[in-house]
């Protein structure tokens, strides 16, 4: 699998879209937070991300391996990190 932590820069409200093709049975996570945790708890600096961790919310799909399939969540997301973890099958 692969991950990738994205940092809008600043608190952002709305329907995050991502669009994608091929990749049948590819399992995609979508994790949002506001502001990253220290392991042993506690945010502290909202603008450090180094050695910290995501807990709450994420939604998650399964591709069917279709050209341009778009994934809109059914209800607003807040977040200004967010982690997109794909896992990959065998397209």
Do not use: C
């Not at 809008?8 to 049975?25: E, F, K, N, V």
């Not at 994934?71 to 977040?79: A, H, K, N, S």
């Amino acid at each position: 699998s692969m991950s990738l932590l994205i940092d809008h820069g600043r608190l952002t409200m709305g329907w995050p879209r991502l669009t994608t093709s091929g990749g049948a049975d590819a399992r995609i996570r979508i994790h949002y937070q506001e502001s990253l945790f220290h392991p042993e708890g506690g945010k502290g600096d909202r603008d450090a991300w180094q050695g910290k961790i995501m807990k709450g919310y994420f939604d998650e799909f399964t591709t069917d391996g279709g050209a341009g399939r778009t994934f809109v969540p059914l209800w607003m997301r807040v977040f200004r990190y967010a982690r997109v973890t794909v896992e990959t099958q065998s397209e």
